[in-house]
């Protein structure tokens, strides 16, 4: 992908492309009816696949991935698709576009390429406004920057819809979206999103859905980290880990990693720990979402007390050769957790 280097700046600082011809955003449904997503990595792809299943087989759908074995997978496997050259080719024959990048930079640089040339409401076979929906996980101000260089180009409105729920959430279509969007866009933004997920969240205007998974994100580590300390406790005490379990399950130090996720092996059938930490919410990922939370929190003036021990956790646990590439909750073995 090419840098962002089509973007310009304005004095304050902020991103921008130049100006289109104004014209309204439409609302209706067959205005809507071409899709585009780009990003069918592990969440995109069962994303993607449950967007196509759902939406009437009249609609188009236009899809792009920079690896060409997922997009020519997804064409033989879900089918009904057109596989874009580039990202520009997704924005120019689709009217609502759904990405799910990895980084920062990957959302900056497939954005660089959607909006220029500023023409896609004069030049590109479908002249309607599009609706960008961006569910990658991604620092708020980076976002931000990309959303008013959208919105500076008159060429549509962009949302941020970062998602919860993992891969497992993605595959079933049972995802939860946390998203930052006007008022203007907001039913059509649901009703789209809703096809890939069980419950939309709006928390405010644009870059609000960002601020509040990365709120919850940065929780979720910090929990892990202390369930896994507690469990290594207890067990290490003498106690058995599924009574432990059971009773901080009823008690105040309930939570999503002891309830739901609990990092001794055994106790949850079926959890990442019980797999040999296989699956799951990879530590890498957290590790990045926690990086994220801290650079956001600094941005704002905030300096997270127990963040930063949490990230050299994570990042020693990473570096660990018989934790790499698993479940965060393998904190527990790196800690010295009986299995």
């Known amino acids: 992908m090419r840098a962002a280097g089509v973007f310009r700046r304005h004095a304050s600082g902020a991103l921008a492309v130049p100006a289109a011809s104004r014209r309204g955003f439409a609302t209706a449904n067959r205005l809507q009816a071409s899709y585009g997503f780009i990003g069918l990595g592990r969440m995109g792809y069962p994303m993607?696949?449950?967007?196509?299943?759902?939406?009437?087989?009249?609609?188009?759908?236009?899809?792009?991935?920079?690896?060409?074995?997922?997009?020519?997978?997804?064409?033989?496997?879900?089918?009904?698709?057109?596989?874009a050259k580039n990202v520009r080719e997704v924005a120019e024959k689709s009217t609502t576009i759904i990405t799910v990048l990895p980084e920062p930079s990957h959302v900056q640089?497939?954005?660089?390429?959607?909006?220029?040339?500023?023409?896609?409401?004069?030049?590109?076979?479908?002249?309607?406004?599009?609706?960008f929906i961006d569910c990658s996980t991604i620092d708020p101000k980076t976002s931000s920057e990309v959303a008013e260089a959208a919105h500076a180009s008159g060429q549509g409105r962009f949302i941020d819809a970062p998602m919860s729920g993992g891969v497992v959430g993605a595959a079933a279509g049972k995802l939860t979206f946390m998203i930052g969007a006007s008022e203007s866009v907001l039913e059509r933004a649901t009703e789209v999103l809703m096809m890939m997920g069980k419950r939309v969240i709006h928390l405010g205007p644009q870059g609000s859905g960002l601020k509040g998974k990365l709120a919850n994100n940065y929780l979720l580590?910090?929990?892990?980290?202390?369930?896994?300390?507690?469990?290594n406790m207890g067990v290490k005490w003498g106690l058995d880990p599924h009574k432990l379990a059971d009773m901080i399950n009823?008690?105040?130090g309930k939570c999503w990693p002891s309830e739901v996720n609990n990092p001794v092996?055994?106790?949850?059938?079926?959890?990442?720990?019980?797999?040999g930490y296989e699956g799951g919410f990879g530590t890498s990922l957290m590790l990045k979402d926690l990086k994220l939370a801290l650079k956001a929190g600094q941005e704002a003036g905030i300096e997270p007390q127990l963040g930063a021990y949490a990230r050299d956790i994570y990042a020693a646990v990473e570096k660990d050769e018989s934790c790499k590439g698993k479940d965060f909750s393998v904190v527990y073995r790196f800690i010295g957790g009986k299995e």
Do not use: W, Y
Request: with cysteine.
């Open 48 to 83: 993607a696949k449950n967007l196509r299943t759902k939406i009437p087989e009249s609609d188009t759908m236009i899809i792009h991935d920079v690896n060409e074995a997922s997009t020519a997978l997804f064409a033989k496997e879900v089918g009904n698709v057109t596989i």
């Open 250 to 252: 009823t008690a105040t």
């Open 221 to 231: 580590a910090l929990n892990n980290v202390a369930t896994c300390e507690a469990m």
């Open 109 to 131: 640089s497939v954005f660089g390429q959607v909006l220029q040339p500023p023409t896609l409401l004069t030049e590109a076979p479908n002249h309607h406004k599009r609706l």
């Open 265 to 275: 092996p055994g106790v949850i059938e079926g959890s990442p720990a019980s797999k």
